[in-house]
């Protein structure tokens, strides 16, 4: 890009990265807009300024100048829309608008491709609770001995993680298989009998925007347990299309996991419900369709 580059509009994600596309937005004298995504709205302001991050403290001392702008904010969720008003942004500059997935790509896999897998994909790192999993894990692996929790991702937390499932003694009951490719990641989701992602909120304030695994498994066809959290539940819809549980409560977790893995036509059910409502609030061209709306009337409004 040169300075004789015709712009219309610059939409960056996350506020932080928002924060360097300021001056050159004013310069070019035309819209700016940021998508709110999670920790940049939700972390405590002043872990910011205690991160070693020159990023993170750039943000702490220039946050201002972005939320009391003019500029627009996409919050890709209520819970970050509300969470966005509390963190100090002008509630008149915010518009909630979903991130949303190609439907079309996510095939509905087969009942014969399901197998005895519980799986989680996720950063290894607090807010994420997949030690509340692992802790759900020693009753489930005396009950149903032939599943398998299937971990897919790696973080600060791995090394910890690790040897509480080894101190739970499962560690044949509990796979830790690293980063994965989005190809492979797509090839458990086909395999597994639910996905599970107990998110919490970490100490430093860091809570869950929405949960991309989330879409990505139900648009396959995978039933949900996720936690009463943040955005997930505009996700999981209670008892429709998966189970939504409290926050660190290894034995409401447990009780879920259990209940589905007893019963295939449930199980079956909410996976087909979970389908449907990704298609009907998270498909990405009805989600680029209203976009496109937001862009035109910034750029002519």
């Given at each position: ?143 149903f001995p032939e599943y398998k929790l299937i971990i897919i991702g790696e973080g600060p937390l791995q090394e910890q993680l690790l040897e509480q499932a080894k101190g739970l003694n499962l560690e044949n009951n509990i796979s830790f298989l690293g980063a994965k490719s989005h190809a492979e990641v797509m090839q458990w989701m086909r395999k597994a009998s639910l996905l599970v992602l107990p998110s919490i909120t970490a100490k430093n304030g860091d809570a869950e ?93």
């Amino acid at each position: 890009m040169t300075e004789q580059t015709k712009l219309d509009l610059i939409h960056c994600h996350f506020s932080l990265d928002g924060i360097y596309a300021l001056d050159l937005a004013r310069k070019k004298d035309i819209p700016l807009i940021t998508t709110l995504h999670g920790f940049d709205v939700t972390t405590k302001s002043h872990k910011w300024l205690l991160s070693k991050s020159p990023t993170y403290i750039n943000y702490f001392f220039n946050q201002n100048k972005l939320k009391n702008g003019e500029h627009k904010f996409l919050c890709v969720s209520d819970f970050i829309y509300n969470a966005a008003i509390n963190n100090g942004f002008n509630e008149k500059n915010l518009i909630k608008h979903y991130i949303g997935i190609d439907v079309d790509k996510y095939n509905t896999r087969e009942k014969a491709e399901e197998q005895k897998i519980i799986l989680h994909v996720a950063r290894l790192v607090e807010k994420k609770g997949t030690s509340t999993l692992i802790s759900a894990m020693r009753n489930i692996s005396k009950n149903f001995p032939e599943y398998k929790l299937i971990i897919i991702g790696e973080g600060p937390l791995q090394e910890q993680l690790l040897e509480q499932a080894k101190g739970l003694n499962l560690e044949n009951n509990i796979s830790f298989l690293g980063a994965k490719s989005h190809a492979e990641v797509m090839q458990w989701m086909r395999k597994a009998s639910l996905l599970v992602l107990p998110s919490i909120t970490a100490k430093n304030g860091d809570a869950e925007g929405l949960g991309m695994v989330l879409l990505e498994a139900a648009a396959t066809g995978v039933p949900l347990i996720g936690t009463n959290h943040g955005g997930i539940p505009e996700v999981i819809k209670d008892s429709i299309n998966g189970y939504l549980v409290n926050e660190n409560d290894a034995d409401m977790l447990q009780d879920r996991i259990s209940y589905l893995l007893n019963n295939d036509s449930v199980r079956h059910q909410m996976g087909r419900a979970a389908r449907d409502v990704i298609n009907r609030d998270f498909n990405i061209h009805i989600q680029s369709a209203k976009l496109e709306d937001i862009y035109q009337k910034l750029i002519h409004g």
